[in-house]
Each structure stands twice: as C-alpha cells, then as structure tokens.
C-alpha cells in the first residue's frame, strides 16, 4: 500500500514539478510570478479537446497542434498584460497575475462551460506490476514524460543559444541586452515556453483529474513545491514537487482524507517558518 | 497664536473643516436611508457597512503596514463561525459573542502574524493564501463545530434582552457598531502606531534602527485586522443569519483586495468607497448585462469582472476612487486657478 | 572603557570578509570620522553596530555596556540613532510624519490607549510634536513641514532623515554620507549644522564620509579603513601625512 501511493504520489508530485518549472523559468527570466500558470494548463486542454472532439483530429495532430497554439497564447498573453508589469512593485505583480488566472479560467468557463470532462490519455490505462506494487500505464506514462521533459529543458539550458540568453536575461538584465541579448524577444519566448509546459503538465494530468475550469487550482499546489524546493530554482521545483506528491497521497492515506488537500499548504507553512529559502535556496540579506 | 493650540487643531479627526461637512452630510444620509429608500437599499447599505469594516482592517494590514493579506476572508470566516458557535451552541447573548469573535479572530490573527513574521512580499503572500485555504478546509470538516457544507443557521442580533426585530433596527446597530470601528481606524493612523507601521511598510531596517520592535508591530498590526475581520464575520452572521463555507472563499478575499486597491490603498475613506464599489457591482453586471444582453452567462461573470478590474488597476496603477475624488476636490479648491 | 568601544570586530559575507579585526575607541562629545575607499566595510561597521547585521567575531560596548547582538530597536533605546547612505524615509508621508517617527521610543502609551486616542495619547503626541518643532528649527526645515517626502530634493531628505534622527535625543549619532548629493553650500550648512550638534545638542558623532575636506574640517579624530581593516587613526594633521592612507587611495 506504501509503495503504491508512494508512485501514484510521484506520478502526481512531478505533474506539480512540470508546473513549477513553468513558472519558475517565467520568474527567472523576468522577474514576474505567474499565479496563472494553473490556467494556462487548463487553456491548453481544452485547446486539445476542442480539437480532439469537435474537429475529430487524432491524438497525435491534435498534441503538437495544441503546443503550437499555447506558445503563440502565452506569446500574446505577455504582450498583452504581462510587459506592462515589468519593475514593478512585488504586490502588484502578484495582484495582476491572480486577476490574470480569474480572468483565464472565467474565460474558459464561458467558452467552454464548467462541466467536467473526461480527457484521453496518450499512454495505455492498464496496469503494470512493478515488484511490489501495481502501476496504472498513465501515472507510468506522466513519471516517463516529466523526466524525460526535464532532461530536455536542461538540455535546451546549457546547450542551445536561446537557453543561454534566457540564462543571462535572468542573472543581469541590463548586461544582457548589452552584449546583443534581446530582452523584449527573451520575455515572449519565455511565456511561449511556460505556456507550452502548462499544456504539456495539464494534458498528462488530464486523464487522471478530468478537466474542468477548476483544473488550475493544481497550479496553486505548484507554489508550496517551488518554495518547498527553493523558490527559483528548477532542481528544487522538481524535489519539491515529488516530495508534496507524495506527501498528498500519504497524508491522505495514514491520516483523514481531507488532510490531502490541505497538506502542501502546512508543508508550505512550515517550511516558510523554518526554512523560507526552501532546500535549494540561498538566504537573501538586504542592503542599506 | 499659541502653539499649543495648533498642535491640538492638527490633531483632530477632521483635519479640514470641508471633511466634517462631507462626514456630517453622510450621516444624515445614513439616518434617512430606512426611511425614504426601500427594504432593499437598507440590506445593501447594512451589508456595505460590514464590508466597510473588512476593508478598514485589510487596509490597516497591508496599506499601512505594508504586510500582504491574500486570505483575509478566512479571518471573516473565523468570527462568523466563533459568534454562530457561542450563540448557537453555547446560548451566548449577542453583545457578548460578538467582541469574543473579534477577540478570538484576533488571536488567530497574532499567531499568524508570528509565523509570519520574518516572510514579506511573495512569500508573506502564498503564506496568507495557504492559511486561507487550510481554515477553509478545517471549517468543512470541523462538522461538530461548523456543521461542514451545510451551514448554521443563526439569530438574528441583540442588544442585552431585546431582540432586534426589524431590519431597520439591525440596520442601525450595524451603522453604529461601523462609526466605532472607523474611529478607531482614524485613531490609529494618527497616532504613533500608524506612523510606525507606514515605516515598517516603507523600510523595515529605518524602522528597526528608530526602535520600532518589529516583532511586537508587526504582530499588533496582523491582530488588530483579524480583530476587525471577525467583528465583520459576526456581524455577518447575524445579519444573513445563516453561513456556509462558500461564503469566505478565495474570491472573497480577491475581493477585499480589490476593494482597498481600488478604493484607495491606505486610506480611510478608500476602504470606504471600495467597500461600496464590491458591494454594488453585482448590481453593476446586472445593469451592464440589461444593456449589452450578450452577457448571458451569470456564474462566471463576478470571477471575470474582478480579474479585470485587477488587471486595469495594476497596469494602469491609478490612487483609486478616493485619490480620484481628492484630485477633483483639489481642482475645485484652487479653480480658477490650475 | 571609552564611549563607544568596538573591540576586534569581524563579519563575513559568504568568504568575503568585509571587516577584519576592527578596534575602534570614541570619547565622548567628538566628532569622528570614519573613511576609506569605496567597500572598505565602513556601512557594514554602522550595521554592526547597529544591530542590523550580526557580526562573526568581536564586541561593542557601549557606555561600558556590551550591545553586541543586540536588535536593532534595542539598540536605538540605548540611545544610539542613524542615518542611511540612501534615505530610509517613508515617501508618503509628510517631512512632519517622517521626524515624529524619531520619537517612537519615547512612547509611553499603550496600543489601547493610543486605538481610542485617549487624554494620555493627546498628551504624547503634543509632546512629540513640541519636540519635532524644535528640530524642525534647528535643522530650518519648517517650510517643508507638510510636504510629502516623495516629492523632495535629494539634500532635503537627507536633511529629514538627519531630524528623525536627531528627534530620538541619541547620545551617539551615525551619519552614514551625510554629505552625499549636496551642492557646495548645503555642504557648508552641514559643517555647521554638526559643530551645532556636537557643542549644543552635547551628542557624540560618528560619520562616514567621502569629502575629505569636510572631514578635515569637522571631525576630531579620523579612523581609516581599506579592505574591512583598520589602517589608521588620529587626529586630521596625521592622517593627512599617513602614507598608508595616501596609498589606500591612490594605489600603489
């Protein structure tokens, strides 16, 4: 039973692992804390089912169709709201970017009502022995998908010229323009990227969670994750990740299963007590 | 002129006298409302009021003392559901279930605030959120107390024996119990305690090294808006005389953002105007949606509406209402001067 | 012991060391001054001493009382008030607001009290203001008296800020650049203004300053630091002749 719950745990914990990268590489690169990230999930889904259902395109058109269309959504959703934020005062990002999440999941709700429903799963749904517990095809699946995406990112980091600029954009904005970086192109790939991770964390969760407007309140999980890890940092956004995983599903289990829902928030609190710079972080002093 | 005199003129609660005169119109206002406007001015009025008082306590917080509240509604909750435990379940009169809530209410407020205390900005932030949603979910599952998803209903409110009967009786409890609070809301910010919490706000390090102890203002600062938070929630209670769950949400607390920031942050007439612009925009939609009948959908306009409104006010940064009333009201004083 | 005593003091940020075995001894009533080039540790020894920074290795004593770790506001209640490099103000408020905030340690009214702003509340806050006013006079800031600090001239808010402190009634004052962003004449005024301090006010200066000829103009004793160590001390004519200070600043 322990085992079990520890891998549906972490089949969970690295869908909250995707989600904190995604906005720990918005907030690396520009300084903005993306409340919204949850629903840019639930954006990218139902992109995927529109398509999946309405115009009865095959999973494997309807996926890639669907990435290319969130790149471009999270390109406008920084043109439009997003650049006006830059420098500004830390309340007031983070008041902007929950009215942004208001704002996409109502637009949703609208388009798309707030029913729930199923979403298909690209992995099989039968289950896999594993030694000493059994595994559902689609929680092996996500396990696969999310290390396999992490490795790629970490690729794209260190090795690709775009990666590099991120980097840099991050570290010293102003250095960075200086030796040619263009921070305006930067930003838009930036939301481009964290908008097509959303959509990839949101469709692997899908299968499992169903889909409705509410998805994105999986977003929020993804804060205590971040900050449990070290806020900023991507290693720590996937062991925090796993780790509040798999907590859930233990708190969940051994104590009542209301605690669940609730225990990221007092592993957040704790941590935030205890430890506010997370596993990964370093402690920041200010200056006078 | 005798000094001593000057000092006491720039002390008084009604700095210039055009704010008297504009406060004592209001009051008269207030008095006539049950008289001339229907059942349902009265209901919107009273339940402004109660909002008036959230926002005063949200605005002391974090415009003031500069500390994020992202959950204050879970505050709101707490002193709804003390004041429903010590009526309903203990047979508490009134008059007394409500302070004890504030005063409960308050205490939470203190050990959040303690925990609190060494996190700012985004940290202080996700930390409110968090405790948002935790009381949220102890209040659904905390069913002996709470009675869950289902609700409590409540009395209505008394004073000592008698009953309130009428909404125009429990309209004017309400309005008088606000006068105190936005007293005392006045005092503070023009007294040291307000000077010290602008500075925590503005630099905690220039604070420190003036001797402020941090630890016991910032404290002070989160005990003093819970407290307000849970006279609210009683009152509420009292008021709607049933509560649920649904009605302390993460839009709830949303909202009470949006009302100081659109108000006019750190202030107090803002808390003022914002809690009349919350209050009143469901009455808003409903006009808008009359005009422009392609609004058909009602669940999911109130989320839209508040995520725009955040939206345009924090790209737009405008002072609020309030500051946009001071600038007309400075216009109009130096016309025709510019 | 002397006035202010700080006795082999350190601290490290990370592996940079940025004081190292500070001695540094203030009597009474002087006017001393602290310099060095750029990052030689001289804002980290006022947070030291402070309290805003904790420091790895050494002691103050103060009054021949340790306030080694001491917090910040426990600090100031010693009596010991400061000024910033850049100005800590509350940009909102009004230059009147921003000096009443030195006061807060003399605050002796409860939180209730002061929440139903009660006779004894009065009381204090007329107090308070009497005191701000005589700064405000002092320091000949009373046609700014009402004007929101946002919206000043940098020497002007370093003026404020050099009230509020003055407001606390410290018996040793850290000015961290007080001269910084002044013309030439406001310059002269602050020569004056801190020979005033020190005779009238009776209160104990120690500054860090950049314009060296201010600070031979104004200081009684100068302590040099380069690199967070203590290179030279003593009265101006000395230092001026110090060939280790010359070479801190021009280089070798």
């Given at each position: 039973?322990?085992?079990?719950?520890?891998?549906?745990?972490?089949a969970v914990g690295s869908i909250y692992a995707l989600i904190a990268i995604g906005f720990t590489i918005i907030?690396?690169?520009?300084?903005?804390?993306n409340?919204?990230q949850g629903e840019l999930m639930v954006w990218g889904c139902f992109f995927s089912l529109?398509m999946?259902?309405?115009?009865?395109?095959?999973l494997w058109?309807a996926f890639p169709l669907t990435l290319i269309f969130m790149a471009m959504f999270g390109?406008?959703?920084?043109?439009?709201?997003?650049?006006?934020?830059?420098?500004?005062?830390?309340?007031?990002?983070?008041?902007?970017?929950?009215?942004?999440?208001?704002?996409?999941?109502?637009?949703?709700?609208?388009?798309?009502?707030?029913?729930?429903?199923?979403f298909p799963s690209i992995f099989?749904?039968?289950?896999?022995?594993?030694?000493?517990?059994?595994?559902?095809?689609i929680?092996?699946g996500i396990i696969a998908a999310s290390f396999s995406l992490m490795a790629l990112l970490y690729?794209f980091?260190?090795?690709?010229?775009?990666?590099?600029?991120?980097?840099?954009?991050?570290?010293?904005?102003?250095?960075?323009?200086?030796?040619?970086?263009?921070?305006?192109?930067?930003?838009?790939?930036t939301w481009a990227l964290g908008a097509v991770l959303g959509a990839i964390a949101g469709m692997l969760i899908a299968p499992i969670q169903?889909l409705?407007?509410?998805l994105g309140?999986l977003g929020?999980?993804a804060?205590?994750?971040?900050?449990?890890?070290?806020?900023?940092?991507i290693?720590?956004a996937i062991?925090?990740g796993?780790?509040?995983?798999?907590?859930?599903?233990?708190?969940?289990?051994?104590?009542?299963?209301?605690?669940?829902?609730?225990?990221?928030?007092?592993?957040?609190?704790?941590?935030?007590?205890?430890?506010?710079?997370?596993?990964?972080?370093?402690?920041?002093?200010?200056?006078? | 002129?005798?000094?001593?005199?000057?000092?006491?003129?720039?002390?008084?609660?009604?700095?210039?006298?055009?704010?008297?005169?504009?406060?004592?119109?209001?009051?008269?206002?207030?008095?006539?409302?049950?008289?001339?406007?229907?059942?349902?001015?009265?209901?919107?009025?009273?339940?402004?009021?109660?909002?008036?008082?959230?926002?005063?306590?949200?605005?002391?917080?974090?415009?003031?003392?500069?500390?994020?509240?992202?959950?204050?509604?879970?505050?709101?909750?707490?002193?709804?559901?003390?004041?429903?435990?010590?009526?309903?379940?203990?047979?508490?009169?009134?008059?007394?279930?409500?302070?004890?809530?504030?005063?409960?209410?308050?205490?939470?407020?203190?050990?959040?605030?303690?925990?609190?205390?060494?996190?700012?900005?985004?940290?202080?932030?996700?930390?409110?959120?968090?405790?948002?949603?935790?009381?949220?979910?102890?209040?659904?599952?905390?069913?002996?107390?709470?009675?869950?998803?289902?609700?409590?209903?409540?009395?209505?409110?008394?004073?000592?024996?008698?009953?309130?009967?009428?909404?125009?009786?429990?309209?004017?409890?309400?309005?008088?119990?606000?006068?105190?609070?936005?007293?005392?809301?006045?005092?503070?910010?023009?007294?040291?305690?307000?000077?010290?919490?602008?500075?925590?706000?503005?630099?905690?390090?220039?604070?420190?090294?003036?001797?402020?102890?941090?630890?016991?203002?910032?404290?002070?600062?989160?005990?003093?808006?819970?407290?307000?938070?849970?006279?609210?929630?009683?009152?509420?209670?009292?008021?709607?005389?049933?509560?649920?769950?649904?009605?302390?949400?993460?839009?709830?607390?949303?909202?009470?953002?949006?009302?100081?920031?659109?108000?006019?942050?750190?202030?107090?007439?803002?808390?003022?105007?914002?809690?009349?612009?919350?209050?009143?925009?469901?009455?808003?939609?409903?006009?808008?949606?009359?005009?422009?009948?392609?609004?058909?959908?009602?669940?999911?306009?109130?989320?839209?509406?508040?995520?725009?409104?955040?939206?345009?006010?924090?790209?737009?940064?405008?002072?609020?209402?309030?500051?946009?009333?001071?600038?007309?009201?400075?216009?109009?004083?130096?016309?025709?001067?510019? | 012991?002397?006035?202010?005593?700080?006795?082999?003091?350190?601290?490290?940020?990370?592996?940079?060391?940025?004081?190292?075995?500070?001695?540094?001894?203030?009597?009474?009533?002087?006017?001393?001054?602290?310099?060095?080039?750029?990052?030689?540790?001289?804002?980290?020894?006022?947070?030291?001493?402070?309290?805003?920074?904790?420091?790895?290795?050494?002691?103050?004593?103060?009054?021949?009382?340790?306030?080694?770790?001491?917090?910040?506001?426990?600090?100031?209640?010693?009596?010991?008030?400061?000024?910033?490099?850049?100005?800590?103000?509350?940009?909102?408020?009004?230059?009147?607001?921003?000096?009443?905030?030195?006061?807060?340690?003399?605050?002796?009214?409860?939180?209730?009290?002061?929440?139903?702003?009660?006779?004894?509340?009065?009381?204090?806050?007329?107090?308070?203001?009497?005191?701000?006013?005589?700064?405000?006079?002092?320091?000949?800031?009373?046609?700014?008296?009402?004007?929101?600090?946002?919206?000043?001239?940098?020497?002007?808010?370093?003026?404020?800020?050099?009230?509020?402190?003055?407001?606390?009634?410290?018996?040793?004052?850290?000015?961290?650049?007080?001269?910084?962003?002044?013309?030439?004449?406001?310059?002269?005024?602050?020569?004056?203004?801190?020979?005033?301090?020190?005779?009238?006010?009776?209160?104990?200066?120690?500054?860090?300053?950049?314009?060296?000829?201010?600070?031979?103009?104004?200081?009684?004793?100068?302590?040099?630091?380069?690199?967070?160590?203590?290179?030279?001390?003593?009265?101006?004519?000395?230092?001026?002749?110090?060939?280790?200070?010359?070479?801190?600043?021009?280089?070798?």
């Amino acid at each position: 039973m322990f085992f079990q719950q520890l891998l549906s745990g972490m089949a969970v914990g690295s869908i909250y692992a995707l989600i904190a990268i995604g906005f720990t590489i918005i907030y690396k690169a520009t300084d903005v804390i993306n409340f919204a990230q949850g629903e840019l999930m639930v954006w990218g889904c139902f992109f995927s089912l529109t398509m999946i259902t309405s115009l009865s395109m095959p999973l494997w058109i309807a996926f890639p169709l669907t990435l290319i269309f969130m790149a471009m959504f999270g390109i406008i959703i920084q043109f439009l709201a997003i650049r006006h934020l830059v420098g500004k005062h830390i309340f007031s990002i983070v008041m902007a970017t929950i009215g942004l999440s208001f704002v996409l999941r109502h637009l949703a709700g609208i388009i798309w009502t707030y029913d729930t429903f199923p979403f298909p799963s690209i992995f099989p749904s039968r289950q896999f022995s594993l030694g000493l517990a059994t595994i559902s095809g689609i929680h092996l699946g996500i396990i696969a998908a999310s290390f396999s995406l992490m490795a790629l990112l970490y690729g794209f980091f260190k090795l690709t010229s775009l990666g590099l600029a991120m980097r840099a954009t991050q570290q010293n904005q102003f250095g960075a323009s200086v030796v040619g970086v263009s921070v305006k192109r930067v930003f838009s790939m930036t939301w481009a990227l964290g908008a097509v991770l959303g959509a990839i964390a949101g469709m692997l969760i899908a299968p499992i969670q169903f889909l409705d407007v509410n998805l994105g309140y999986l977003g929020m999980k993804a804060f205590p994750a971040a900050v449990l890890g070290g806020f900023g940092s991507i290693p720590g956004a996937i062991v925090g990740g796993l780790i509040i995983g798999v907590s859930e599903n233990l708190a969940g289990t051994y104590m009542a299963t209301w605690v669940r829902d609730i225990a990221a928030y007092i592993i957040l609190l704790v941590i935030l007590m205890i430890r506010p710079q997370g596993i990964f972080g370093i402690q920041e002093k200010k200056r006078v | 002129m005798d000094i001593k005199t000057n000092y006491i003129d720039d002390i008084k609660i009604f700095e210039e006298t055009s704010k008297l005169i504009w406060f004592l119109f209001f009051m008269v206002f207030l008095l006539f409302v049950p008289l001339f406007a229907g059942e349902y001015m009265v209901y919107m009025v009273s339940l402004t009021a109660i909002y008036v008082i959230v926002a005063l306590g949200l605005n002391l917080l974090s415009g003031y003392a500069g500390q994020i509240s992202l959950g204050h509604a879970a505050f709101m909750a707490i002193g709804a559901y003390s004041s429903s435990y010590l009526t309903v379940k203990l047979g508490l009169p009134f008059w007394f279930a409500l302070p004890a809530s504030g005063v409960i209410t308050g205490i939470v407020g203190i050990l959040l605030g303690i925990a609190a205390l060494r996190l700012s900005g985004f940290y202080l932030a996700i930390a409110t959120m968090a405790f948002a949603f935790i009381v949220d979910e102890v209040i659904l599952n905390w069913v002996s107390v709470t009675n869950g998803a289902n609700g409590i209903k409540l009395p209505g409110p008394s004073i000592g024996p008698l009953a309130l009967k009428t909404d125009t009786q429990v309209y004017y409890l309400i309005i008088a119990i606000t006068l105190i609070m936005i007293w005392a809301a006045k005092n503070i910010t023009r007294s040291s305690l307000g000077r010290a919490f602008a500075l925590i706000r503005d630099s905690e390090t220039a604070a420190e090294t003036m001797g402020v102890n941090l630890f016991k203002y910032k404290t002070i600062a989160f005990c003093i808006s819970a407290f307000y938070a849970g006279i609210a929630g009683s009152l509420f209670a009292h008021f709607l005389k049933f509560i649920s769950p649904s009605n302390f949400s993460l839009m709830d607390s949303i909202g009470f953002i949006i009302m100081i920031l659109v108000g006019g942050i750190g202030t107090i007439p803002g808390s003022v105007f914002g809690a009349i612009f919350i209050t009143f925009l469901p009455e808003g939609i409903r006009f808008l949606k009359d005009i422009f009948p392609f609004f058909v959908v009602e669940t999911g306009l109130q989320g839209l509406v508040y995520g725009l409104i955040l939206l345009v006010f924090i790209i737009l940064e405008p002072t609020g209402l309030y500051g946009r009333w001071l600038i007309i009201k400075r216009y109009w004083e130096n016309f025709p001067l510019k | 012991m002397s006035f202010l005593d700080i006795q082999g003091l350190s601290i490290s940020f990370g592996g940079l060391r940025a004081l190292e075995k500070v001695d540094l001894h203030l009597d009474e009533g002087e006017v001393h001054a602290l310099i060095g080039p750029n990052g030689a540790g001289k804002t980290s020894l006022f947070n030291c001493i402070s309290g805003v920074y904790k420091q790895t290795e050494g002691r103050i004593y103060f009054r021949s009382q340790e306030i080694t770790g001491l917090p910040p506001h426990k600090v100031a209640m010693r009596g010991i008030a400061r000024t910033f490099q850049n100005t800590e103000l509350s940009p909102d408020m009004t230059v009147l607001d921003n000096i009443l905030l030195g006061r807060h340690i003399r605050n002796r009214v409860g939180v209730f009290s002061r929440i139903c702003f009660t006779a004894s509340t009065r009381r204090q806050e007329i107090e308070d203001r009497k005191r701000a006013e005589e700064i405000i006079d002092f320091l000949e800031l009373q046609a700014w008296r009402w004007a929101p600090v946002a919206n000043l001239p940098y020497g002007i808010r370093k003026k404020v800020e050099l009230a509020r402190a003055l407001v606390m009634d410290p018996e040793l004052l850290l000015l961290d650049e007080p001269s910084a962003g002044m013309n030439l004449e406001e310059r002269e005024d602050l020569i004056f203004w801190i020979e005033d301090i020190k005779e009238d006010l009776k209160i104990t200066i120690l500054l860090v300053e950049h314009a060296i000829q201010m600070v031979m103009e104004v200081s009684d004793r100068i302590t040099v630091l380069d690199y967070g160590k203590v290179i030279a001390s003593g009265p101006p004519q000395e230092i001026q002749q110090n060939p280790k200070v010359i070479e801190a600043y021009l280089g070798k």
